[in-house]
């Protein structure tokens, strides 16, 4: 596609759907396309399919509007993913993406190998955000829109840190920053804003971590028990594997944490020689070079030892080259 309005003609019903657990990536680009969408083709019922998104991106407007459960039976003209890396990523609405009379693929994860009718994947670019500002009129890019792709490249770029932002990421986040919206407390409030318990809770993994692979590689982790005990669930532990990446010597941040007897969400993030998103595909996950995440069974010490032993794999292999 040149456009988004290319696969927009001649329809009535549009249904948008992003992946499992989402990031602002996720958000920033449901949202900022059924903005688009709203504004520029009132004809079109267009409606967002999403996972119960956290708090932290109530910025973007109209995000109440958000269908967090399937409502009926639907045959959409046209089903959208963003930032939907694989078939079994699809959350919520995945019937609705398999009725639809045409589905598209808008995404830039280099494992997508493709699973729309139209596929737009550009798996060298930072965000999907940043893919999907290349398939809208600029003119057309409000404040709201502009507020939530904005949101996404924050996210996917770790604020423009990740080696993913290129100039043209720059560029781009110049021009939506043009539109007026509070840029700073945006970032403020994704990445460094937490409440007191969020801070024990950092503070306890931080206390608690491991280090392996002759202190190239990091691990925290909380127990079922650990997040009952703080009253706190996934949505109060962002962060804490960023934190984990920055600790000086460290290649590899491993962060887990038991979402229900023996299961575990993985996030994994690289400072640049090991390819997390190769680990997390493995396992049966996915992600980008340096941000992937993955689910486990297992006890904590089974986790953490098959995780591991793929990123022993990598960083021996980097020794040797």
């Known amino acids: 596609m040149n456009n988004i309005s290319e696969v927009l003609t001649g329809v009535k019903s549009m249904g948008i759907g992003g992946h499992i657990r989402p990031d602002?990536?996720?958000v920033g680009?449901?949202?900022?396309?059924?903005?688009?969408?709203?504004?520029?083709?009132?004809?079109?019922?267009?409606?967002?399919?999403?996972d119960n998104p956290r708090p932290v991106f109530s910025h973007i407007d109209r995000i109440d509007e958000i269908l967090t459960e399937t409502d009926g039976d639907r045959v959409f003209d046209l089903f959208v993913t963003?930032?939907?890396?694989?078939?079994?990523?699809?959350?919520?609405?995945?019937?609705?993406?398999?009725q639809a009379k045409k589905t598209v693929c808008i995404d830039h994860h280099v494992s997508n190998s493709g699973f729309a009718e139209v596929n737009h994947v550009k798996g060298d670019i930072s965000s999907?955000?940043?893919?999907?500002?290349?398939?809208?009129?600029?003119?057309?890019?409000?404040?709201s829109v502009a507020a939530a792709l904005y949101t996404g490249m924050i996210h996917d770029t770790g604020v423009f840190q990740y080696s993913s932002t290129t100039p043209e990421t720059m560029r781009i986040a110049g021009e939506l920053m043009k539109t007026g919206f509070e840029f700073s407390k945006i970032i403020d409030h994704s990445f460094y804003e937490k409440t007191y318990l969020q801070n024990q809770v950092m503070g306890r993994v931080l206390a608690e971590s491991i280090m392996i692979q002759d202190g190239r590689c990091i691990i925290g982790y909380l127990r079922k028990k650990d997040l009952d005990f703080y009253g706190v669930d996934g949505k109060d532990l962002d962060g804490i594997v960023s934190q984990l990446r920055?600790?000086?010597?460290?290649?590899?941040?491993?962060?887990?944490?038991e979402t229900k007897t023996q299961t575990f969400k993985v996030s994994l993030r690289s400072n640049g020689n090991v390819d997390v998103s190769r680990i997390a595909v493995y396992f049966g996950g996915g992600g980008h070079v340096r941000a992937a995440g993955c689910d486990l069974h297992g006890s904590v010490y089974d986790v953490i030892n098959n995780v591991s032993e793929q990123i022993a794999h990598q960083l021996a292999a980097e020794q040797d080259a």
């Open 24 to 26: 602002g990536d996720c």
């Open 29 to 50: 680009s449901c949202m900022a396309l059924y903005l688009y969408v709203k504004t520029y083709f009132p004809e079109i019922d267009v409606k967002v399919y999403l």
């Open 82 to 98: 963003c930032d939907v890396s694989a078939m079994n990523r699809l959350a919520l609405a995945e019937e609705y993406f398999n």
């Open 128 to 143: 999907c955000c940043e893919v999907l500002y290349g398939l809208l009129d600029k003119e057309k890019i409000d404040r």
């Open 246 to 257: 920055l600790t000086k010597g460290v290649e590899v941040a491993m962060f887990l944490y």
